[in-house]
């Protein structure tokens, strides 16, 4: 009986033992990931990449109701002006069916009505319907596809900043989280991301002051601007 106790208990050893290495064995390959060199450009660690994104406005339908709000107005129009200038893809609306389908009616007149007299064409928009799950607001949604600059993700640390036997303490290496934060909030703050990827094309010269500076260089007069009163909300007469 004995014997036969202290079988199984091997057996269980045998087994905890084989469960840990493989566990192990699991977590090595992204121990080793985190681990292995990297560049010290910041820009090289945490690139932009350019990807499509998406811009949504969701309009929320009550009952018994005629029309947009003054607020929701606004951020139709806004929707429509930020599509001309960034959309990659037409308008994608959704109704809801069903719940408060008689004011989304409504309220989806108003909305082709301003998308048109903000240039944006009939074919450019299209209509889907929707039902809402139980309990949930009924809302239009307007949605369009877009260009976006993104970076990171951010606060990965894969090695800790305080002294360690790790020979990577005694050189002059960058940590891996330095500089994402500013790559993230670069991607965040350009306006249009392709110019990250290549210059916009030039525009027309504005060709009446290109004039003026002509015709005043040839007659031999000083082809810069006359500023009078410049300096006119000075408190001192200190310099002159």
Sequence with gaps: MARSQQAARKRVFTA???????????????????????????????PISIREGERTVEIFVGRNRGGLTPAQR????????????????????????????????????????????????????????????????????????RLTA??????LWPDDLGPAMDSKHQENHPYWNLGCANQRSLAAMVDNPADLVQPRGETPVYSARRSVAIDKYRK?????????????????????
């Design 74 to 145: 606004a951020d139709v129009l806004a929707f429509a002006q930020a599509w001309r200038h960034e959309a990659t893809g037409g308008i994608a609306i959704e109704v809801p069916a069903g719940a408060n389908e008689m004011a989304a009616n409504d309220v989806l007149r108003e909305v082709h009505s301003m998308f048109a007299a903000s240039g944006v064409p009939q074919n450019g928009v299209r209509v889907s319907r929707y039902r809402p799950g139980p309990g949930s607001l009924a809302s239009i949604r307007l949605n369009y596809s």
């Design 150 to 155: 993104q970076a990171g993700p951010c606060g």
């Design 16 to 46: 905890l033992a084989l469960a840990g290495t493989v566990a192990l064995a699991g977590c090595y390959p992204q121990h080793e990931a985190a681990k292995a060199p990297y560049p010290n450009d910041y820009r090289e660690r945490h």
């Design 220 to 240: 031999g007069d000083n082809p810069g601007g006359t500023y009078n009163d410049y300096d006119k909300g000075k408190i001192s007469d200190l310099g002159k």
